[in-house]
């Protein structure tokens, strides 16, 4: 099989964690890097604050507006689906993203709230699945102690517990796990090594699939 990288497609790759666990200092980062070595790289986040649907869970997040768990469950879902068709013409074309947060934010948070689980994964079954997630680990007590803790609505320790508990219990396969209390640096420095190896799987032609799979 080919792995000429100019007829491959991107590698789609997930940063998770519990709020202040450092995603966005490691996507850019990491989007640095990539763009760096020459690859083709896009950095996306969600909530993706920008579309329409996007203010209505800002504004939620923010306090500012009160919606149902199921409402807002599901315009986080709506955010990505909104996004679905984008993220699958990148990809194809060769572009590697990542993605600050994805539908394992979605499962873990609202779950927490006492929602059900398999209702919670619904509404992301048949959007495209990550080649990899990686789980940036941090116990919640070491997240209160970061810059800006405690602006948005779901920055509450306890809270931030549960939702630890529930992204337990949505690894698979493609999760590397990674102490997220080192350095910006060392962390740097692993992300590399593991997203460079999913962009060579990807590049060997490994299929794009969707989840839950
Ligand atoms: N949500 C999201 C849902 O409920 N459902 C969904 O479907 C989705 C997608 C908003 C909220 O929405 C919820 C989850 C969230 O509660 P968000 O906008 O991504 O999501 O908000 P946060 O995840 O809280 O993003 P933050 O920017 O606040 O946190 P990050 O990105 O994890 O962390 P970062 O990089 O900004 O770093 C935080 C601080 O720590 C420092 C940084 O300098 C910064 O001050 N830091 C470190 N300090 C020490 N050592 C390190 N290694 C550090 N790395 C970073
Ligand atoms: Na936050």
Known sequence: KSSD???????LIVLEGLDRCGKTTQSSNLHKYLEGLGHSAE??????????VGQMIS???????QLDDRAIHLLFSANRWE????????LKSGTTIIV??????????????????EWCKAPEKGL????????????????????GYGGERYEQLEFQKKVRQSYQALHDASWKIVDACGSVKDIEKQLQEIVLE????CQKEKPLTCLWS
């Open 83 to 90: 996004k679905r068709s984008l993220m699958e013409s990148k």
């Open 5 to 11: 990288s100019s007829s491959s497609r991107g590698a």
């Open 100 to 117: 600050d947060r994805y539908s394992y934010s979605g499962v873990a948070f609202s779950s927490a709230k006492g929602l059900d689980f």
């Open 198 to 201: 999913s962009i060579g799987l």
């Open 43 to 52: 950095l996306w986040r969600f909530p993706d604050r920008t579309t329409s």
């Open 59 to 65: 504004s939620y997040l923010s306090n500012e507006s």
């Open 128 to 147: 495209l699945a990550p080649d990899l997630v990686v789980y940036l680990d941090i116990p919640p007590e070491k997240a209160t102690e970061r810059g």
